[in-house]
């Protein structure tokens, strides 16, 4: 058809998406910075940094999770209510010392992720109905635990919310070390190859004689610890637990972080590096509104159109 | 499989409809089909005389009546997730339109009914449009497109609403407000609206064409392209829908609160969802019936209320329940797919 005469722009369009998806992210990062920079008062502090470091750490920690599911061409809906989960479980166990309590709720964690994994794998539900069910399910059962809002006092949580290294707060520190663990997996580790295998064809990793439903399982009891452990630092910080208001849309931002990155939906590419710069820009993104005054609308229709951008861009490149 | 070729009056080679079985189908293949499709009401008849013998206020008139009103906001939207489901996609905007109509009918209500009425209409079913747009035209992922739209319209409606603080009320004496406070012959009108378009919209399903392809690009989009059907048109026009009905859902709400509750509507198009999957949806498309849909809506309403007459159980176990229930469908349909698709 026009192919011909248009072949050489529709190149250069291709090159651009592609080049905008793949580094698009953390162009909208750099842009950021320096327009917060210039136009906002008090940017360029370090407490400023340490705030918006410390907000995005549970965030990431959630949307690693979410990358691995989401490059099993999977999704995982229950993290927020994962969260709500292992909030309740540390306030149960806190008198067994902090440690435990942490431990409680990372198991609650796997149990859920253990409980979504088998349903996707074993039983074949789509990923998206079996951890629809757990959220709903997750959510409940952490408000029967814990039915309203209660404080957390321990030292040990409290220096875990607060604390730091080198004014560098635990949380980020955590978080960092979390991001380079899981780029590690998925890069170099057979573990990551088959993952990557498993969501570009499920059919095609069975035939290679992959073990698809022990990969799948561990993808999810990942997904499912990473979000407890994001409900430990979030508890830390607050020094309360509230399984109503913990985690709720959390899936959300996960999922966006993950999608802005340039991660693909259809599975098979998994991008931490963008992932963690999708985090930060939501962050961004929200501060600059807020800081500028502008209401929290905003920031919701802002970050759908960031969405769809990104989604849209990383269209051109699956189809080529 | 191959035994039912002579129908060739189907639009839809993958759709055999509930009704025509093949006729080489054996008996367990029938009792596992039956169960797929009728498990969910024939749960809803066992729950409601379990609950009607364990409770007295159960099945008292008021009971029933605040069930059936409450049922009715959710059984519209699940009414347009169930085409949408059908084609193979999924709306996860609803809640959030349900949001937006109400507010905006409870806004536009002071200028008079029509205004009430096609104000949430036009922008739900626009906001739907574009959802079409995008995952038709765009071929973007249904569920990141719904996701995005879920965001901005919960954006939209906080903008117009000065940020969730202003609560619009509706005028009692107004014809929109017996819209949902009124009752003909003892039944509350939400309940008549809902299922007079329930009659619509199975009537639309099964005996328009529309509603073949609706079956057709959800069981095999190549094949249906392939056969003439207007496939992007299809998914334009069930994204559209959905928009409308929880548009208009959202706007009858309103109408029976008179008031624009901003706080309504999140985690509707979760339970909207549920219902449709429980009412013998798959999810995978191609396959399921409106009325299954009502039933699943009846059924999660079924046992929100159980739940509330045992009064020394937390609300917080109707979550618990619901989402183990929804897990419980899901692995039965699985089941009783595998097993029909192995005989």
């Keep these: ?76 809906l229950s993290v927020g209510s994962v969260m709500a989960l292992s909030t309740s479980l540390i306030s149960l166990y806190l008198g067994y010392g902090p440690w435990i309590a942490a431990l409680a709720a990372v198991i609650g964690g796997i149990v859920v992720g253990c409980a979504n994994g088998a349903l996707i794998a074993f039983v074949g539900v789509q ?131 993950v999608v802005v990155g340039g991660t693909p939906l259809s599975g098979g590419r998994v991008r931490i590096g963008g992932t963690v710069a999708g985090a930060v820009l939501i962050q961004l993104l929200t501060t600059t509104l807020i800081k500028h005054d502008l209401p929290p609308s905003w920031t919701q229709i802002a970050q759908a159109v960031v969405i769809v951008l990104a989604v849209y861009a990383a269209r051109e490149r699956g189809k080529r | 499989m191959t035994t039912d070729v002579q129908d060739t009056g189907k639009a839809a080679p993958s759709v055999n409809p509930p009704d025509e079985e093949p006729p080489g189908a054996s008996r367990s293949e029938r009792l596992s089909t039956l169960a797929q499709q009728h498990g969910a009401l024939v749960t809803l008849v066992v729950a409601m005389v379990a609950a009607s013998l364990s409770f007295d206020t159960f099945l008292t008139g008021d009971n029933l009546e605040n069930m059936a009103v409450s049922s009715a906001f959710l059984a519209v939207v699940a009414l347009g997730m169930t085409f949408v489901i059908i084609t193979g996609g999924i709306d996860l905007s609803v809640g959030s339109l349900f949001a937006l109509g109400g507010v905006l009918a409870a806004w536009g209500s002071r200028y008079g009914t029509a205004v009430a009425l096609l104000l949430p209409l036009a922008v739900c079913g626009l906001i739907g449009l574009v959802n079409g747009v995008l995952i038709a035209r765009s071929r973007l992922a249904p569920f990141i497109v719904t996701l995005a739209a879920m965001l901005g319209a919960r954006g939209l409606m906080l903008a117009v609403t000065d940020e969730g603080s202003q609560t619009y009320l509706v005028d009692k004496d107004t014809f929109f407000a017996t819209l949902g406070q009124g009752r003909l012959l003892g039944i509350g009108v939400p309940v008549w609206i809902t299922v007079a378009l329930f009659v619509l919209g199975a009537v639309v399903l099964r005996r328009t064409r529309f509603g073949q392809y609706v079956y057709a690009v959800g069981g095999n989009e190549d094949a249906a392209a392939l056969m003439g059907a207007p496939v992007a048109r299809t998914k334009i026009a069930v994204y559209t829908l959905s928009g409308l009905c929880a548009g208009l859902a959202g706007a009858l709400n309103a109408a029976w609160l008179v008031s624009g509750v901003t706080i309504l509507g999140s985690g509707m198009e979760l339970e909207a969802i549920s219902a449709v999957v ?12 409106i009325s299954g849909s009502l039933v699943g809506v009846l059924l999660l309403k079924v046992i929100q209320n159980v739940i509330n007459q045992i009064g020394s159980l937390d609300s917080a176990y109707q979550q618990v329940v619901s989402g183990a229930f929804l897990a419980v469908v899901v692995i039965a349909q699985t089941w009783l797919g595998r097993r029909r698709r192995v005989l």
Aim: proline fraction near 4%.
């Design chain 1, 1 to 76: 058809m026009t192919e011909l005469t248009l072949g050489r722009v529709t190149a250069d369009r291709d090159r651009l998406l592609r080049l905008l998806q793949q580094y698009g992210v953390y162009a909208g990062v750099v842009v950021l910075l320096l327009a917060n920079t210039v136009f906002t008062p008090h940017f360029l502090s370090a407490e400023n940094f340490r705030t918006q470091a410390v907000q995005v750490a549970p965030v990431l920690i959630v949307a690693l999770g979410m990358a691995l599911a989401i490059g099993s061409e999977g999704v995982d």
């Design chain 1, 127 to 257: 990923p998206i109905v079996a951890t629809l069910a757990l959220m709903v399910a997750g959510r409940g059962l952490a408000l029967v635990l814990l039915p309203q809002l209660k404080d957390v006092r321990d030292p040990g949580m409290a220096a875990l919310g607060s604390g730091d290294v080198l004014g560098v707060p635990y949380l980020v520190l955590i978080a960092a070390a979390l991001a380079l663990v899981v780029a590690f997996v998925v890069r170099r580790t057979t573990f990551g190859r088959q993952l990557l295998a498993i969501g570009d064809s499920r059919p095609a990793a069975r035939l290679a004689g992959l073990p698809v439903r022990r990969v799948l399982i561990i993808v999810y009891v990942c997904s499912g610890a990473l979000a407890a452990i994001a409900g430990v630092l979030a508890t830390a910080r607050l020094t309360a637990s509230d399984p109503t208001s913990l985690g709720t849309l959390m899936e959300l931002s996960a999922i966006t972080a």
């Design chain 2, 278 to 289: 429980i009412g013998g949806t798959l999810l995978t498309g191609g396959s399921g019936f």
